[in-house]
């Protein structure tokens, strides 16, 4: 069973579209990160929400993390080839010592 | 500041054979994990560690050794290589602050024949 869900797993979109990945799971997270993965690398690390509701810009990426922190979204304006890559979005489920889980990931593909 | 090391990028095996996948980091950093990466499949927890002398089991432990004896290392052994450990592998760490994200090597990838 995945404890993080994301969806789509794959897109392919336009150069200058908009366009949001989602990560959703039945289990309450302290915290979720997206990263992002480029081929031959490892993943890096793109933001962290730790606040039900907060949310998050990046230039033109939007992190939103759900209020009842059990989801959270990605949001891409105005994609550009330069966003291809692999997201993963990725959560803490307390603030123990408890590892981090990943999604399976949304594999994005920007043409221009 | 060369953050986090794996060594070797690249490595082929023979089914049965042993090897070390190596991980170092230079942040101090308290935590250490190993990931799988597989088509499909995401990133897998392989095992991981809190400290010096303390490690754990994640989701895919079988087939797999670890041990923690500095904080810079956290070397992964395969015992036996079976073709099903064909697969990218990740060292990731971070600090002890909850907020603070994991910095990740650039992976081994291992092919077992």
């Known amino acids: 069973t995945q404890l993080l869900e994301q969806s789509p797993q794959f897109l392919s979109i336009q150069e200058g579209e908009n366009l949001t990945v989602y990560c959703n799971s039945s289990?309450?997270?302290?915290?979720l990160q997206w990263y992002r993965q480029e081929p031959g690398e490892g993943p890096v690390l793109l933001v962290t929400?730790?606040?039900?509701?907060e949310v998050k810009k990046l230039k033109r990426l939007t992190f939103q993390f759900g209020d009842a922190r059990k989801d959270s979204s990605l949001h891409i304006t105005a994609a550009q080839p330069g966003d291809t890559g692999l997201y993963l979005c990725a959560g803490v489920k307390d603030s123990g010592n408890t590892p981090l889980v990943f999604g399976k990931g949304t594999r994005l593909s920007v043409i221009a | 500041n060369a953050g986090v090391t794996q060594t070797p990028k690249f490595q082929v095996l023979k089914t049965g054979q042993s090897m070390t996948l190596q991980c170092a980091q230079d942040m101090n950093h308290e935590y250490m994990s190993w990931y799988r990466q597989d088509p499909g499949m995401g990133l897998r927890l392989i095992h991981y560690s809190v400290g010096a002398g303390i490690t754990d089991q994640g989701e895919v432990p079988n087939g797999y050794n670890v041990s923690r004896s500095t904080t810079e290392d956290f070397p992964l052994r395969l015992l036996s290589a079976a073709p099903s450990q064909t697969s990218v592998y990740f060292c990731a760490t971070k600090n002890r602050v909850v907020s603070m994200g994991y910095t990740f090597g650039s992976g081994t990838r291992l092919t077992v024949v």
């Open positions: 929400v730790v606040t039900g509701g």
């Open positions: 289990s309450v997270f302290s915290s």
